[in-house]
């Protein structure tokens, strides 16, 4: 079930989440905002969109090279927690 899906999330994603707020307070953003790429991608960092967005972010591959993102045959930062968590903090803010 979701409850149960949700529940089991809040324990393995709890790295995940304490990195992400971490990040978040140092743009002066609400910590709440990490539960966007829960809504996107249930945090998972291989999650592909129908339409191509990537990441637990889910940024499309030009907003995600505007924002500083590696993004070409050998590299996709969009998967990598930390710096797609920067440059989601940097786009929200």
């Known amino acids: 079930s979701y409850g149960k899906s949700l529940h089991a999330m809040k324990e393995w994603a709890l790295p995940y989440f304490n990195m992400i707020d971490g990040i978040m307070l140092q743009y002066g953003l609400p910590r ?3 539960y966007l790429a829960v809504i996107e991608s249930k945090l998972k960092s291989n999650a592909v969109s129908h339409a ?3 990441g637990p972010w889910q940024f499309m ?3 995600a ?3 500083g993102l590696k993004v070409n ?3 996709d930062e969009r998967t990598n927690y930390v710096k797609s968590t920067h440059a989601a903090a940097k786009y929200l803010k």
């Open 32 to 34: 709440e905002l990490k």
């Open 52 to 54: 191509g967005a990537v």
């Open 61 to 63: 591959r030009g907003t």
């Open 65 to 67: 090279i505007r924002l």
């Open 73 to 75: 045959k050998s590299v």
